[in-house]
């Protein structure tokens, strides 16, 4: 079956690193990924998309790559601020979506 | 905009009781999607409309569960009778569909369910 993970371990990482989440899809090829940013009690909100030809993107601080034959996305924050705090999400676009169960980071001041 | 509206925020009720979540969409959006969000699970999907139409309701548990979406600016989730196990925070989002796919989802701020 189509299956997204992402680790489930929280990351703590100092204030001014760069921050990088590992998303990795297994059993079918999605034509886009995209990643969220949930906080607690809230829903999750968008942040990039990236699409199966291209190789990465960016936004501000935010970098994504995704890599078809690793079948692997990478989410990375550069120059990471406590308020990055979050549980990151990422989701995988077929014909419908699927997420991962996201990865808690935790940016320490 | 106001965003996506859900309602009640939280609910607690008794086993077999039934309930019934609410989602108004944003305005212009042609589709909707019911998640449910639990620790071990992750944020699964339960059931898409488009154009207020069911298209895949896959990811409905069971029976127990029904969806419906009566026009273009609300839909309902009901689970009849409920279980403990149902307990779980539960999504509503929507986007609209345009050429290309892949579009962003907007999520409401959930309904946190338990049921006792």
């Known amino acids: 079956s189509q299956k997204i993970e992402q680790n489930s371990e929280a990351l703590n990482i100092q204030e001014g690193k760069t921050a990088t989440l590992t998303c990795n899809y297994t059993?079918?090829?999605?034509?886009?990924l995209q990643w969220y940013r949930q906080d607690p009690g809230r829903g999750p909100v968008f942040l990039l998309l990236?699409?199966?030809?291209?190789k990465e993107k960016r936004k501000e601080r935010l970098k994504v790559t995704f890599d078809t034959t690793l079948k692997q996305s990478l989410f990375h924050i550069t120059a990471s601020q406590p308020a990055d705090s979050a549980t990151y999400l990422c989701?995988?676009?077929?014909?419908?979506?699927?997420f991962g169960t996201g990865t808690r980071l935790k940016v320490l001041a | 905009d106001a965003g996506v509206i859900q309602s009640p925020r939280h609910e607690v009720t008794e086993m077999g009781q039934e309930v019934t979540l609410r989602c108004k969409p944003i305005?212009?959006?042609?589709?909707l999607f019911w998640y449910r969000q639990t620790m071990m699970r992750g944020l699964e999907l339960l059931i898409y409309?488009?154009?207020?139409?069911?298209?895949?309701d896959s990811g409905m548990p069971e029976d127990r569960f029904s969806a419906k979406m009566p026009n273009a600016s609300f839909s309902t989730l009901k689970i009849q009778p409920s279980e403990p196990r149902d307990s779980a925070v539960y999504f509503c989002?929507?986007?609209?569909?345009?050429?290309?796919?892949?579009?962003?989802?907007?999520f409401g701020p959930g309904t946190r369910l338990t049921v006792l």
């Open positions: 989701a995988s676009v077929t014909y419908k979506y699927i």
């Open positions: 059993n079918y090829s999605p034509a886009y």
């Open positions: 990236i699409r199966e030809n291209e």
């Open positions: 305005s212009g959006h042609n589709s």
């Open positions: 409309f488009n154009n207020n139409v069911p298209i895949d």
């Open positions: 989002a929507s986007n609209k569909i345009a050429s290309g796919g892949a579009d962003t989802q907007y």
